[in-house]
């Protein structure tokens, strides 16, 4: 498969990665064989993170004996200070078997108080830059949800690498980050290529996302054949032809009265009510495993209960969603599911 290069860290990745959020699902032997058909096709960019529970040992046990230097790993931390940002990064390193990380992500940085924290004494950038100099981890990299704070990131200028989601749906990005993010030549990676698992078609998401070469998609793959199938549309390289133009714009107006863009611009609910994580409790179920998303997703359900229906919320979300119904659907959605995985 062919290469490019992935913005400044000169690094030359696949033009696809694999995301390592879904093999959370899988038995180790399952996710290994679905990590090494990967490899086979040419992939050799792997994206996973701390938090997704076993994804580094499952990836460390699939890249074993493999040479490392045709491997590009990239991993995240959601850790704020140096010291457990350092725990982090020598776990992933026993986790992936490997003795350096390429790409080590801040992950999710997308509110302030995160961005100061990280930034404070003692806080995990020093951790970062302290692993760089010990040949732990070569770039310092981030991801967000929330464009402003991708956008307030780049321009720090201490970062090789931003990671967003970016779909056909979720296109804030188009905006300010990826011009900002191009010009400055940081390597870009694309997460949610399928919404998060609620897209279904992929060839129009992947022609979506092809269309533009200076990103790189990391799909999550958890099925034998699923990265076959991306290849195989990467290298037909075919055009977005008119029909799905029109397909796009129809599953965007189906979708839109539902479809929450994760940007949390309805923040802060008076009553704490973690809006964005309970409208995609579909993705969580469709992408991770039950104890897992259950851990990450249950207290945040409950809290439903409290709203109040003041309507704050929609006052500020810019797509207009109807939220207190959409939280009411979600929870029940959510119970159906606790109730089937308990
Ligand atoms: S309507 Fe409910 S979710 Fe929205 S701000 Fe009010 S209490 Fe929070
Ligand atoms: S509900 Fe609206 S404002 Fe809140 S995160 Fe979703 S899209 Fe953004």
Known sequence: MKRTIFGK?????????????????????????????????????????TGYADSQVKIGEAIRGLPRKDLVLATKSMANDKKTILEHIDNSLKQM????????QLHNVSSKEKFDAIFAKDGAFEGLMLAVKQGKIRFPGFSAHVMEFAVKMIKTDKFFSVQIPYNFIDKQAEEEVLPLAKKMNLGIIAMKPLGGGLLDDANLCFKFLFKDDGIVPDPGIEKPGQM?????????????????????????????KSWCHRCDYCQPCPQGIGISTVLLVKSFIKRMNA????????????????CTECGECIKRCPYSLDIPNLLKENRLVWKEYVKKNS
């Open 97 to 104: 078997k490997t003795d350096y990380i390429d790409i080590y």
């Open 291 to 306: 104890e897992k998303a259950v851990a990450m997703v249950s207290e945040v359900v409950k809290k439903v209960e409290s």
């Open 228 to 256: 076959k199938e991306i290849v195989d549309i990467f290298n037909k390289a075919e055009k977005l032809t008119k029909a799905d133009l029109a397909e796009m714009e129809k599953i965007k107006k189906e979708t839109s």
């Open 9 to 49: 860290t000169g690094l030359s990745v696949s033009p696809i990665a694999f995301g390592g959020i879904p093999i959370m699902r899988l038995s180790t032997p399952e996710a290994v064989k679905v990590v090494k058909e990967a490899l086979d096709l040419g992939i050799n960019f792997i994206d996973t993170a």
